[in-house]
């Protein structure tokens, strides 16, 4: 979205900008509660919301914001004179930022996901009126628990939460942390 | 190769208009120039023909092929076959010398052995050969700027459009990076525009050059042409050093005769001034002959002046005097001492008028 947003011709590319901090702005749980109608309207058979594609979705608009603000700066730093020289050498747009944009900006992409994962990992609000029994958040789990004062899982929900994120990070190190030649 | 027509181009960024109608022929396998100042709308007019920008209206075309039509036709850049180098030369950092110049190829799907061979080409014609496995950041930046070369003609492109490609180097490289260039773009004979600021570059290796100003042409021709007739007194005062001199013909007076304020004698001016009134004069500094111990008698314009400041020069020393209420910059091979009076003779056919503006 960020490219779209700013290496694209998108007609509407400046109020994209502005779109990706909406979901932000306001109360998480009034983010839960839009896409919980928006489900309700637009999907009559319910398959969306009850799933884990339809809480991955409102988790992923909910902080497109944050992964927004760590890709763009890595985006703003490579010149648009790389991905017009792709377009002149006979690239069409996607494949020019495949190559080229994309491609040099893979180091910010990852620390990008690497917070959304975070961000994600952390966050309950969104999933307040989505989640089912069989769709549990463990953002949300800890907070029912720690309202029933089940110190004991809280904590090792806590741990369990540390150890993915330091799982992540070692995998995104190792596969994504190459340095690009500049 | 192809010529190029663009016809009657115009584009706008907001308020602000940028090209005003702009008429272009460059011939097949001419090198042309765009000169001007910034914000003159030279690189607009090269960008427009890479298909980095969408004019307004217009039409170009590359030979026979629309590439640009209004709003019926706008070829996207990837297919227009331009060979462009930028001023940052936007030499792709994580791909090596060879990567970068096969890159065209590749989308063009040319099989793996006609790539190689191909790419070896172009690298040897530009002077890289043994380079292909460095990445740009092992590249000086005159290396650098063939690589870019390199990758726009790799394809081989239709036409090859330099953006500023000699602004980043330092003075000596830019010099041999241009009459280099210059030789290579004479022996592929790839029809070639060519943007620039810099009148030396300009003069120096263009066939035709266009000068801009403000998004309108000021004058079309041959760098001789530019410089020794230079249309009008922007292109006079753009193009090389010049003295420019406020002047006046009275009415009905013969207008080969020009009053400089502050002189006690007319000027004579061939050809004549455009217009009665106010005018304007150039003369080129080169153009006026110094006498030190005074000019034969029936030497035209020859006005005694005196030196109000010197500077030498290295191969020539440069003066500036007093002529009626203006300075006037001349420049000789002798050294004259300051405060010195002397005569200089303005050669008629030297001095070019122009009518004021309003």
């Known amino acids: 979205m960020s490219v779209v947003a700013h290496r694209s011709d998108f007609r509407l590319r400046g109020s994209l900008q502005q779109a990706m901090l909406w979901p932000r702005m306001m109360p998480g749980l009034v983010c839960g509660m839009a896409f919980f109608w928006a489900f309700v309207l637009l999907d009559p058979t319910d398959t969306l919301r009850g799933s884990l ?108 939460q540390m150890l993915l994120t330091v799982a992540v990070l070692a995998i995104g190190r190792l596969f994504l942390g190459k340095r690009i030649h500049a | 190769m192809p010529d190029l027509t663009l016809t009657g181009l115009a584009k706008s960024f907001g308020a602000n208009t940028v090209l005003h109608d702009l008429d272009l022929h460059v011939e097949d396998g001419e090198l042309f120039t765009l000169l001007g100042p910034s914000g003159c709308g030279k690189s607009t007019t ?63 799907k040319v099989p793996r052995r006609d790539r190689a061979r191909r790419v070896e080409e172009v690298l040897e014609l530009v002077e890289l050969g043994g380079l292909e496995d460095r ?77 801009m100003d403000g998004g309108r042409v000021r004058q079309v021709g041959s760098p001789e042409e530019i410089y020794h007739e230079p249309a009008d007194e922007f292109v006079a005062d753009f193009i090389g050093t010049v003295n420019v001199l406020g002047a006046h013909v009275p009415a009905g007076a013969d207008r080969s005769q020009v009053w400089v304020e502050g002189l006690g004698q007319p000027l004579a001016v061939s050809p004549a001034a455009p217009a009665e009134g106010d005018v304007r004069l150039a003369i080129r500094p080169e153009r006026i002959v110094v006498h030190p111990s005074g000019a034969p008698a029936a030497t035209p314009n020859a006005v005694t002046v005196k030196v109000r400041s010197q500077a030498f020069l290295g191969d020539h020393y440069r003066y500036v005097v007093a002529l009626g209420d203006h300075e006037l910059v001349v420049r000789t091979l002798s050294r004259i001492d300051h405060g010195t009076e002397l005569t200089v003779e303005l050669p008629p056919e030297a001095i070019r008028t122009y009518a004021a503006q309003a």
């Open chain 2, 135 to 211: 990445y740009p950041h092992e590249l000086s930046g005159g290396q650098q700027q063939r690589v870019a070369l390199a990758r726009a003609l790799a394809h081989p492109p239709d036409l090859l459009l330099l953006d500023e490609p000699f602004s980043n180097l330092d003075a000596k490289l830019r010099e041999r990076a241009r009459d280099w260039l210059r030789i290579l773009q004479q022996r592929i004979g790839v029809t070639t525009v060519f943007v620039t600021h810099d009148q030396d570059e300009a003069l120096s290796m263009s066939d035709r050059i266009m000068v």
């Open chain 1, 53 to 160: 594609w339809g809480l991955g979705l409102a988790f992923a608009v909910r902080n497109l914001a944050i992964g927004y603000s760590a890709f763009y700066p890595a985006l703003a730093a490579i010149g648009r004179d790389l991905d017009l020289a792709a377009r002149t050498s006979g690239a069409g747009w996607w494949r020019s930022m495949i190559s080229i944009s994309l491609r040099l900006s893979i180091p910010a992409m990852a620390t990008c996901f690497v917070l959304l994962f975070v961000s994600m990992l952390n966050d309950a609000d969104p999933a307040v009126f989505l989640v089912t029994d069989e769709t549990p958040v463990m953002g949300l789990t800890m907070l029912q628990l720690a309202a029933t004062s089940t110190g004991g899982a809280v904590a090792a929900f806590g741990v369990i």
């Open chain 2, 46 to 108: 090269l960008w427009s023909i890479a298909g980095l920008h969408s004019p307004d209206s217009g039409r170009i075309a590359f030979g026979d092929r629309v590439v640009f039509d209004g709003a019926r036709v706008d070829v996207p850049p990837e297919k227009r076959n331009c060979g462009v180098v930028f001023q940052s030369y936007a030499v792709w950092p994580h791909l090596t010398v060879l990567d970068n110049v096969a890159y065209p190829l590749k989308l063009r």
